[in-house]
């Protein structure tokens, strides 16, 4: 599966923004996916995760009750609405799926099977 992110860009601090990962060609019903990011001179770290289902989810601390993983499958797309942005939410963030994670989620990168391209977020203070 190819996927494609999008939605970056520059935002204030106490700002919103809704990330989009779409999938062109194969359909990401059969996939477990999640939302990574990964700031300069940082390793890669999980933001959310969402199964096929989009009946249960999972967030990393640092985002919990300000960002929102959800997937809509008629339209092979999922997203991260991000509201309170901080800071240091600012990153390159990369959409995953996964074949092997489906009915649960997986923090894990290293199960993740297809990556999008990234697309950058930056909060100023």
């Known amino acids: 599966v190819q996927l494609q992110a999008s939605g970056g860009g520059l935002v204030q601090a106490g700002g919103s923004l809704r990330l989009s990962c779409a999938s062109s060609?194969?359909?990401?019903?059969?996939?477990?996916m999640g939302w990574f990011r990964q700031a300069p001179g940082k390793e890669r770290e999980f933001v959310a995760a969402?199964?096929?289902?989009?009946?249960?989810?999972t967030y990393a601390d640092s985002v919990k009750g300000r960002f929102t993983i959800s997937r809509d499958n008629a339209k092979n797309t999922m997203y991260l609405q991000m509201n309170s942005l901080k800071p240091e939410d600012t990153a390159v963030y990369y959409c995953?799926?996964?074949?092997?994670?489906?009915?649960?989620?997986?923090?894990?990168?290293?199960?993740?099977?297809?990556w999008g391209q990234g697309t950058q977020l930056t909060v100023s203070s």
């Open positions: 995953a799926a996964s074949l092997r994670v489906v009915t649960g989620t997986t923090t894990n990168l290293y199960e993740y099977d297809a």
């Open positions: 969402i199964t096929w289902s989009g009946l249960s989810t």
């Open positions: 060609g194969r359909t990401l019903r059969r996939y477990g």
